[in-house]
């Protein structure tokens, strides 16, 4: 058996066994998964003379060039070190198509496949615990020490101290994505810039909590058209507890956040001028989507967009059974409106 116990990543991830041929990240945490398959992507190509190549390849590449993975896995590049391949499991990325490929070992490449949150019994995990030169690392929340640790990470890196009740309240509200949690530490750290610590109030007028950060980077997928990370990221929080009458008021508050801004444009504002004035303000990582989407919904669309949120909102709450399924089915319809603005708005 190759998995990989919690206490052993970071040795794993630092030096990485010399046999691996290739590695599955999987569990309920997106970011920590994505996370750590970069850290090993980047340790792999640097201990490759002349250092490796990393590659990206998805279910969409593969609808284009079924043999793509194969081809990428087993080539011999000429003017650098070997491909380290980053896969993302899906409807091709499987264990069907992985078995036959990993029979085949060594390969001239070296494959790392992200997954989502996989039974013991699930036919991808099992294929890489069972196999001699592959390794399945499971990435599930994180514990009070990680995060602990990724405070003093990020805030090292900065410059910056916290004191003890900040760095409690800042670790309250941590925890359900590593990316998440990294993303609003650096935020923090960004706003106390040039300062020498990080107080309390600092901690609780900048940090949400991360549940709900994470139920808005659905609304965030929805008005960018990415229906399958939309789907996704709605039955993990549902599966995590989530009500779907709280995502339906998250999708509400960030449609109405994306009409006022564009009621401002179409007014004669600047659209930097408009989302300076947003309270509470944009992190910066955010900016550029939201931008986006501002740009590419037109007031008339997130007016219907509007009223399609509140009419799901009153159905959900009159057939609180049905309330999965008319979130479900509001997302996929909004995710729909997103596509079409955004080809409306290219072709402008």
């Known amino acids: 058996m190759t998995a990989i116990k919690p206490q052993q990543t970071a040795t794993f991830l630092k030096t990485p066994p010399g046999d691996l041929t290739a590695a599955l990240f999987h ?5 920590l998964v994505s996370e750590r398959s970069a850290a090993l992507a980047k340790v792999l190509a640097a201990r490759e003379n002349p250092p490796g190549e990393i590659l990206k390849i998805d279910d969409s590449e593969l609808d284009e060039d079924p043999g793509l993975l194969e081809t990428e896995l087993q080539t011999r590049p000429m003017f650098s070190g070997r491909r380290i ?4 499991a899906g409807r091709r990325i499987s264990a069907q198509l992985l078995k036959p490929l990993l029979a085949s070992a060594p390969l001239e ?11 013991a019994d699930d036919a991808l995990r099992a294929l890489f615990e069972g ?13 009070a020490a990680d995060i602990d640790n990724l405070i003093s990470e990020v805030l090292t890196s900065f410059k910056l101290s916290i004191d003890g009740d900040a760095r409690d309240l800042l670790q309250s509200r941590l925890g359900a994505d590593r990316a998440l949690s990294r993303s609003e530490i650096e935020k923090l750290a960004l706003y106390c810039l040039g300062r020498s610590q990080i ?18 980077r659905i609304a965030e997928a929805v ?12 039955g993990r929080a549902l599966a995590s507890g989530e009500n779907a009458q709280m995502i339906i008021g998250v999708l509400q508050r960030y449609f109405q956040k994306l009409h006022r801004v564009r009621s401002d ?18 992190f910066f990582k955010q900016k550029d989507i939201f931008a986006r989407q501002v740009r590419s919904w037109t007031r008339g669309q997130l007016d219907q967009a509007l009223r399609r949120i509140s009419d799901a909102a009153k159905t959900a709450r009159l057939s609180s059974h049905l309330e999965d399924v008319i979130a479900e089915r509001l997302i996929l ?5 997103a596509a079409i603005s955004g080809a409306a708005a290219a072709g402008r």
């Open 27 to 31: 569990g309920s945490d997106p970011g």
């Open 85 to 88: 391949v980053r896969a993302i």
């Open 109 to 119: 490449g070296l494959l790392i496949v992200e997954a989502g949150n996989l039974k």
């Open 131 to 143: 196999h001699a030169s592959c390794y399945a690392v499971p990435c599930y929340p994180d514990s």
């Open 199 to 216: 107080t309390f109030e600092d901690v609780d007028m900048l940090v949400g909590d991360a549940a709900g950060l994470a139920i808005e």
């Open 223 to 234: 008005a960018d058209g990415r229906t399958k990370s939309a789907v996704s990221d709605f």
């Open 265 to 282: 444009v179409d007014a004669g504002q600047r659209l930097d001028d408009a989302l300076k004035y947003l309270r509470p303000p944009l």
């Open 333 to 337: 319809a909004l995710a729909s409106m």
